[in-house]
């Protein structure tokens, strides 16, 4: 189980989910490195909550694979759909209805018709055999596909998928963001993403279905849509080099804030990723996976780096 923040704005779109699973033999302790992100070309990012593993894979591995097998986003999504329903009638008809709940949450910008002329708009999609209603959830028997724009008169819009918010931290978030993007300075994409994920670790004190790791993935309206893939991570700080005759090599400094990690140096022209582990180390770094029509690049694991740098005098 996770909780899946989506925010959506006019300008950009932040995702925040946390990377916990946990076994339901109530016995094995839970593990907080498992990848939940994907995304999908330059405009759409996914991540997804419940059933950990589809057809002895991860479950994010699996709906990248699925994705992958059409040429649009619409008529991805549509297979997405089919094929979990059909993989949960079929490979999992001997399973409990409440194992095989799966959620995919996804969030970017697509071409919608709005006033008679073609627009990008902010969109969140959710492909899901789970029920939410009242902070309950219950499994239903087929995927269903469920749509939301940004409305025209809206500033963001605010949703939570997987494990609950409270109604009093909801309100309180709302309130945050809804302050944030008055405000010019606040404004910028980093400052929702950090309000994202600490919402997500102040749940996690009280939830413990809920980790700690958090994947904040950004896709900016103003998108690149070459076809390409490109790595577009985080602020990293690296040590303060000091005076020295010859080449030195820095190493990313250690426990900097949350704050501090989340920065996006220009241009913000593709999704950006930010990854925080539960003590703030700058290593491990975790990336999502990449989904294009016909390919799919792994999650990256970064575990080591270093900087070589002149002589400061």
């Known amino acids: 189980m996770t909780m899946i923040l989506t925010c959506l704005t006019k300008d950009y779109v932040v995702q925040a989910s946390d990377r916990r699973i946990s076994?339901?033999?109530?016995?094995?302790?839970?593990?907080?490195?498992?990848?939940?992100a994907l995304v999908y070309g330059n405009h759409f990012v996914f991540a997804y909550t419940g059933k950990a593993r589809l057809e002895l894979t991860s479950t994010i591995d699996w709906a990248a694979?699925?994705?992958?097998?059409?040429?649009?986003?619409?008529?991805?999504?549509?297979?997405?759909?089919?094929?979990?329903?059909s993989l949960m009638q079929n490979f999992?008809?001997?399973?409990?209805?409440?194992?095989?709940m799966v959620s995919f949450v996804g969030a970017?910008?697509?071409e919608m018709k709005e006033n008679?002329?073609?627009?990008?708009?902010?969109?969140?999609?959710m492909i899901s055999n789970v029920i939410e209603k009242n902070d309950t959830r219950s499994p239903r028997k087929e995927f269903i596909i469920e749509s939301e724009a940004l409305q025209v008169e809206r500033t963001f819009k605010l949703f939570v998928s997987g494990r609950p918010l409270s109604k009093e931290r909801r309100n309180i978030l709302n309130n945050i963001l809804k302050w944030c993007l008055r405000h010019k300075k606040a404004q910028?994409?980093?400052?929702?993403?950090?309000f994202l994920a600490r919402e997500i670790i102040k749940a996690?004190?009280?939830?413990?279905?809920?980790?700690?790791?958090?994947?904040?993935?950004?896709?900016p309206r103003a998108f690149m849509n070459d076809g390409s893939i490109n790595y577009h991570l985080g602020s990293m700080l690296m040590e303060t080099p000091g005076i020295n005759a010859e080449p030195q090599q820095l190493q990313p400094a250690n426990h900097f804030s949350l704050?501090?990690?989340?920065?996006?140096?220009?241009?913000?022209?593709?999704?950006?990723?930010?990854?925080?582990?539960n003590s703030n180390n700058p290593l491990p770094y975790y990336t999502p996976i990449y989904v294009r029509p016909g390919q799919v690049i792994p999650a990256i694991s970064i575990s080591e780096i270093s900087l070589t740098i002149p002589p400061v005098i």
């Open 116 to 125: 008679g002329r073609w627009c990008l708009k902010p969109l969140r999609i």
């Open 204 to 219: 996690a004190e009280t939830d413990e279905y809920i980790g700690t790791d958090i994947m904040c993935t950004f896709v």
């Open 108 to 110: 970017g910008f697509a």
């Open 23 to 36: 076994y339901l033999d109530g016995k094995t302790p839970p593990k907080d490195q498992s990848n939940k």
């Open 259 to 277: 704050h501090d990690r989340f920065v996006i140096p220009p241009p913000f022209d593709r999704p950006r990723i930010v990854y925080i582990d």
């Open 65 to 85: 694979q699925r994705l992958s097998e059409k040429e649009k986003l619409d008529d991805a999504i549509y297979h997405l759909r089919d094929r979990a329903t």
């Open 92 to 100: 999992y008809s001997g399973w409990r209805p409440k194992e095989k």
């Open 188 to 194: 910028r994409p980093e400052t929702i993403g950090r």
